[in-house]
Nanobody, 122 residues
Framework: QVQLVESGGGSVQAGGSLRLSCAAS????????MGWFRQAPGKEREFVGS????????NYLDSVKGRFTISRDNAKNTVLLQMNSLKPEDTAVYYC???????????????WGQGTQVTVSS
């Protein structure tokens, strides 16, 4: 079993930055692809970004490319999501996930965190 706990969410004005962290426990995440998803009110949970177990490969939602960066530290069992140039449409609950590469959809996730709220005001 893997337990995932997100942190770093909050409220920020448009154009600002936030860095989300995902701390894993229970077992090492080094064998998992890791990803971030988000869910806005009234919408389905959507893919944001994923990173391979080695960190060499990444995928991003088109609308966040160039603004968000996902990284991982297997030694620390953590995954980060650096979010820059935030927009109001980025407002959502952000979830960390562990699963199968390329982890582009919720179907590929085996473990989820509880989520952290990100609110971007205009």
């Amino acid at each position: 079993q893997v337990q995932l706990v997100e942190s770093g969410g909050g409220s920020v004005q448009a154009g600002g930055s936030l860095r989300l962290s995902c701390a894993a426990s229970g077992r090492t995440i080094s064998s998992f692809a890791m990803g971030w998803f988000r869910q806005a009110p009234g919408k389905e949970r959507e893919f944001v970004g994923s990173i391979s177990w080695s960190g060499r490969m990444t995928n991003y939602l088109d609308s966040v490319k160039g603004r968000f960066t996902i990284s991982r530290d297997n030694a620390k069992n953590t995954v980060l999501l650096q979010m820059n140039s935030l927009k109001p449409e980025d407002t959502a609950v952000y979830y960390c996930a562990a699963g199968r590469w390329p982890l582009l959809g919720t179907y590929a996730s085996e473990y989820w965190g509880q989520g952290t709220q990100v609110t971007v005001s205009s």
